[in-house]
């Protein structure tokens, strides 16, 4: 297993939370697996600045087949960031706590329309729909 979370210093027990955050689910893949079979995955910081300030845009909570996909593929740092971004607003905010980070109240970014969230959260694909050919 590819192990890069010490860089970051995710405890176990965060790492623990954060795949409870995305209810067991690989967010490349959207497959269930059981906590074991998921991977925190680090993602490129050389690009974004902004990552730095969020901790929870730096990582993707993967199963193990994705996770060797995004770095043999490799799937561009674009594509990893894209997922999450299409994180509902609840994955993002437990994460974002698992991981300690409070956003600052004046960041208007922060911000959430409702009505998108809740169209976010029910119009998750179906299981399987982004499963890899093969
Ligand atoms: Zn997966
Ligand atoms: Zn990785």
Same mark, same amino acid.
């Given at each position: 297993? #590819?192990?890069?979370?010490?860089?970051?210093?995710?405890?176990?027990?965060?790492?623990?939370?954060?795949?409870?955050?995305? %209810?067991?689910?690989?967010? #490349?893949?959207?497959?269930?697996?059981?906590?074991?079979?998921?991977?925190?995955?680090?993602?490129?910081?050389?690009?974004?600045? %902004?990552?730095?300030?969020?901790?929870?845009?730096?990582?993707?909570?993967?199963? %193990?087949?994705?996770?060797?996909?995004?770095?043999?593929?490799?799937?561009?740092?674009?594509?990893?960031?894209? #997922?999450?971004?299409?994180?509902?607003?609840?994955?993002?905010?437990?994460?974002?706590?698992?991981?300690?980070?409070?956003?600052?109240?004046?960041?208007?970014?922060?911000?959430?329309?409702?009505?998108?969230?809740?169209?976010?959260?029910?119009?998750?694909?179906?299981? *399987?729909?982004?499963? #890899?050919? *093969?």
């Amino acid at each position: 297993m #590819m192990t890069e979370v010490s860089s970051m210093e995710i405890s176990s027990a965060q790492e623990k939370k954060c795949k409870t955050a995305v %209810e067991n689910t690989c967010e #490349m893949c959207h497959d269930y697996f059981p906590a074991p079979l998921l991977c925190i995955h680090l993602i490129s910081r050389r690009i974004y600045r %902004e990552m730095a300030r969020d901790p929870s845009t730096r990582i993707l909570v993967v199963c %193990e087949l994705c996770h060797k996909a995004i770095h043999t593929l490799p799937v561009t740092v674009k594509k990893q960031r894209a #997922m999450v971004a299409r994180r509902t607003f609840f994955i993002r905010r437990d994460l974002r706590r698992v991981l300690g980070y409070k956003p600052a109240p004046y960041v208007a970014s922060d911000s959430v329309d409702i009505a998108q969230v809740y169209e976010e959260y029910f119009d998750r694909c179906p299981i *399987g729909a982004y499963r #890899m050919g *093969g």
